[in-house]
C-alpha cells in the first residue's frame, strides 16, 4: 500500500518571501500522479498542482512550483512570493488506481497535512 | 452553484443516533467517493461507487453505509454514530481513473 508522508505539521513564512513544504512517499508503482491540494478556512479542497511521475520536468503553475525527485520518492511544494491568500491547510496526494467489479478507480492517498501561515 | 454539494454544512448529534450525510453533484461524473478528514492523519478513503450497482469499501468502512440512490447523488450514513466518528466528511466524484477527484465542501460531524 502506498503511504503519504507530510512531516512538517507547521510552518510560517513572511509575506512576499519563498517557503517550501515537503512530501515524500513509498510506493512499487512506477506510474502515477502526486497532487499538492490547499484547504483554507472554507474547506474547501483546492487543487493547486500535479506531476506526472514519467514526466521528469517538474511542474510549475504561477508562483506554485514542484521538486520532484522519482528516485529519492520525494514531491515538495514551493510557494514564491507568499500572500496572505496562501495562508492554508496543504496536503500532498498519492493517485493510485483501484479495481473493482471490472471498473477502474483513481484513490488518492494523503498525507497528514502542513499549515501554513503567512505573516504580514 | 457548486458542482459538488453536501448537505448538511455541520451537524451535531448524540451518541446512538442514525445520521445521513448527503452528496449531489452536477458534474455528470460517474465516480463517487466518501472521504474522512481527522487532524494529523489527512483524509481516508470510506467508500466509493461507479453507479447505483457498484458499492466498493475503502480502508475505513466500518460503522458506516452508503447509498448510490442515483447516478448523481451518494449518501454516507452512520446507523449508530459514536463519538470518535467525529470528524469533517468530504464527498468528491471523478469522471474517470486519470481524472481529477473534485471535491464539495465537506460536513463537519460532531456526535455527543
Known amino acids: 500500500a502506498q503511504t503519504v508522508t507530510q512531516s512538517q505539521p507547521e510552518m510560517s513564512v513572511q509575506e512576499a518571501e519563498t517557503v517550501t513544504l515537503s512530501c515524500t512517499y513509498d510506493?512499487?508503482?512506477?506510474?502515477?500522479?502526486l497532487f499538492w491540494y490547499k484547504q483554507p478556512p472554507s474547506r474547501q479542497m483546492i487543487l493547486v498542482i500535479r506531476?506526472?511521475?514519467?514526466?521528469?520536468q517538474n511542474a510549475t503553475e504561477n508562483r506554485f512550483s514542484v521538486n520532484f525527485q522519482k528516485a529519492a520518492k520525494s514531491f515538495s511544494l514551493k510557494i514564491s512570493d507568499s500572500q496572505l491568500g496562501d495562508a492554508a491547510m496543504y496536503f500532498c496526494?498519492?493517485?493510485?488506481?483501484?479495481?473493482?467489479?471490472?471498473?477502474?478507480?483513481?484513490?488518492?492517498?494523503f498525507g497528514q497535512g502542513t499549515i501554513l501561515t503567512v505573516h504580514p | 452553484d457548486a458542482d459538488v454539494t453536501q448537505t448538511p454544512r455541520n451537524r451535531i448529534t448524540k451518541t446512538g443516533k442514525r445520521i445521513m450525510l448527503e452528496c449531489s453533484q452536477t458534474?455528470?461524473?460517474?465516480?463517487m467517493y466518501w472521504y474522512r478528514q481527522d487532524p494529523g492523519l489527512g483524509l481516508r478513503l470510506i467508500y466509493y461507487?461507479?453507479?447505483?450497482?457498484?458499492?466498493n469499501k475503502g480502508e475505513i468502512s466500518d460503522g458506516y453505509s452508503v447509498s448510490r440512490q442515483a447516478q448523481a447523488k451518494f449518501s454516507l450514513s452512520l446507523e449508530s454514530a459514536i463519538p470518535n466518528q467525529t470528524a469533517l466528511y468530504f464527498c468528491?466524484?471523478?469522471?474517470?481513473?486519470?481524472?481529477?477527484?473534485?471535491f464539495g465542501n465537506g460536513t463537519r460531524l460532531t456526535v455527543t
Open positions: 468528491a466524484t471523478s469522471s474517470g481513473r486519470y481524472s481529477p477527484l473534485h
Open positions: 510506493t512499487s508503482e512506477s506510474d502515477y500522479y
Open positions: 506531476q506526472e511521475a514519467y514526466k521528469q
Open positions: 496526494a498519492y493517485r493510485s488506481v483501484l479495481s473493482a467489479g471490472g471498473t477502474s478507480y483513481g484513490k488518492l492517498t
Open positions: 458534474k455528470g461524473h460517474d465516480r
Open positions: 461507487s461507479f453507479d447505483v450497482k457498484d458499492i
